[in-house]
């Protein structure tokens, strides 16, 4: 065996570590059909919804969901106790959708091997945690968005009218909007400690992300702001009599569950094997 | 300087100790056949050096440093139980992601240097789900090149190559070996394709290991015997037992050990009127040097 040098190691910063990996899963949601399917499907549901307003026949039993076309993206008031699909049926489906999304892109990193190659390689647990919870807040958003275009689509379709003030309604996408981080980190933790379990971690993040839990305690407790510290809760007190509050109390929720469950995903990465 | 540095390394699953106190030192630049059996730990070990598992017990040091240490880590390449990539990818899309995993400044060019490397550069465009068993495995050892591996753990690489594939293997391994300085380890069951390669080994049984040695250590402990087949099996025993100390029969055959002028058997044997219906020149490799090792381990 001939004479070797010992090779040189240079340690990659936090920075280029996190580059590194949101390089890798940017370009994973990029090159897969699953996430232009999911924008397609969050632009689709709120165009099917509204237009079914057009269905609705003067004396029949079918009845429009709302009148006003903006009530497709938030309610007029924080709604935590709901009373009929109306009340339900706003932008917070995103995150439904989006914790289906995030398990199916968490599911096949496992399923398919990958995340061994990320583990063998630099990548740390927290920064798998942080990208993975990153890249779904930015597919959530986008989905906020393709939502808030089928949702005008088909209030326009259907001819309804679009009453709202200019800022609470700013206010209340943006609020959807930042909730997005929550969310993803949320479901990015729930598919972490589920890794070996895909039918699970798909079923609780839909549970969790359909709000059942802060519906039913709404139920008992009422319309209280209480629920606004859940993520939720501040996803639906984002509303279209939203102020620049709400949108900071929705930032400052959003943040803190992420952190929350960015640590608690680390730890548990951290404490047991990969497979 | 060694590469690994592996003591009293212990790993449970629900209990029961896979890996029950392993030590393990694998030299810079070696090529490191890694033997057992069955369920001996060898994978494990590896999942463990990678960072897939957490020990229960015990150290690992690469290059002198903790296996955690994200320097070290970042020039690790592994191929474990298969590619690890994405099936609806193709095997291009499959090796960028690994390309930005490793910061990789020209991912393009270095795509195909590794595709070229495992003679597949063809293929980039094909999705992986459509990949033989072994355009698998050679895909899996791109993805392990790269980013300039210095240490490469292979687990079972071999396994599902043809012929042809076994050699380009063999032909890279030495080459990155020799070119690179890039240290291997790797098991695999097929110990002869193994013997041609390695420069040391590693035999583990049990979760422990029982031997470590170098290839020319092996070479030293691998016998050569002659193999004979005479008219006379026993009578032609006794006669070559009263001038070469080793003589036994084996399966209808006579093997006189430790003996490399040939010659002096076959003139031992005719002046003592026998007739010599075979005979064989054979040395001991490794797979019959780890059986042997192996039943004597079993009957201690």
């Not at chain 1, 570590?17 to 399917?37: A, C, E, N, Q």
């Not at chain 1, 549901?45 to 006003?68: C, D, H, K, Q, R």
């Not at chain 2, 292979?154 to 070119?179: A, K, V, Y």
Request: hydrophobic share 45%.
């Amino acid at each position: 065996m001939q004479t070797v040098l010992a090779p040189d190691f240079a340690s990659p910063t936090l920075r280029q570590r996190m580059k590194s990996m949101l390089g890798v899963d940017f370009y994973r949601l990029f090159h897969t059909p699953m996430f232009y399917i999911f924008l397609a499907i969050a632009a689709l549901i709120p165009a099917m919804v509204s237009s079914m307003g057009m269905m609705a026949e003067p004396g029949g039993t079918a009845a429009a969901l709302f009148t006003n076309a903006w009530n497709i993206v938030a309610a007029d008031t924080p709604l935590y106790v709901v009373h009929d699909i109306g009340e339900y049926a706003n932008m917070n489906m995103v995150f439904i959708f989006g914790g289906i999304m995030v398990s199916i892109f968490i599911g096949h990193d496992y399923r398919s091997g990958y995340v061994k190659q990320l583990f063998t390689t630099h990548s740390h647990k927290s920064d798998y945690m942080l990208s993975k919870s990153l890249v779904c807040a930015f597919a959530m958003a986008c989905m906020c968005g393709t939502y808030l275009l089928g949702g005008i689509a088909g209030g326009l379709f259907s001819g309804m009218a679009f009453h709202a003030r200019v800022f609470p309604l700013l206010f209340a996408i943006l609020g959807k909007v930042v909730m997005s981080l929550g969310w993803a980190s949320l479901y990015t933790f729930l598919n972490v400690i589920l890794r070996r379990q895909f039918g699970v971690s798909i079923t609780s993040s839909f549970v969790l992300g359909t709000g059942i839990p802060i519906i039913g305690a709404a139920a008992l407790v009422g319309n209280s702001p209480l629920l606004n510290v859940f993520l939720y809760g501040s996803s639906v007190n984002a509303c279209l009599s939203s102020t620049i509050v709400t949108l900071l109390t929705c930032t400052l929720v959003s943040v803190v569950w992420a952190v929350i469950y960015n640590a608690l995903g680390t730890l548990i990465l951290a404490r047991s094997d990969v497979y | 300087m060694n590469a690994i540095e592996i003591t009293g390394l212990k790993k449970s699953f629900h209990g029961l100790y896979v890996l029950d106190g392993l030590n393990m030192t694998v030299p810079l630049g070696a090529i490191y056949g890694f033997i057992g059996e069955n369920g001996s730990g060898k994978s494990t070990t590896e999942k463990l050096i990678c960072g897939h598992l957490v020990p229960s017990a015990g150290h690992i040091q690469l290059f002198g440093k903790s296996y955690k240490d994200a320097g070290i880590r970042a020039r690790v390449g592994a191929l474990i139980e298969n590619a690890g990539c994405f099936p609806n990818a193709t095997i291009y899309q499959n090796l960028m992601m690994q390309a930005i995993n490793l910061n990789l400044p020209r991912p393009h060019e270095d795509i195909h240097r590794v595709l070229k490397i495992v003679r597949m550069e063809d293929g980039a465009g094909l999705k992986f789900k459509k990949c033989s068993l072994g355009m698998k495995q050679r895909i899996g050892i791109a993805m392990a090149l790269l980013g300039d591996p210095a240490l490469l753990i292979l687990d079972e690489p071999i396994n599902g190559l043809d012929t042809d594939g076994m050699r380009i293997m063999r032909e890279i391994l030495t080459d990155i070996t020799q070119s690179h300085g890039c240290t291997v380890l790797i098991s695999s069951h097929i110990l002869g394709e193994l013997e041609k390669i390695a420069t040391h080994y590693g035999i583990i049984r049990q979760g422990k290991m029982v031997q470590e040695l170098t290839a020319t250590e092996m070479e030293g402990r691998c016998r050569t015997f002659t193999t004979l087949k005479t008219g006379d099996i026993q009578r032609a025993k006794l006669d070559l037992q009263k001038l070469f100390p080793d003589v036994r029969e084996e399966g209808g055959e006579l093997r006189v050990y430790d003996v490399n002028d040939t010659e002096a058997i076959v003139r031992h044997l005719l002046d003592n009127g026998h007739t010599i219906q075979l005979l064989q020149k054979n040395r001991i490799g490794l797979e019959e040097y780890y059986i042997e090792l192996m039943s004597r381990k079993e009957g201690a």
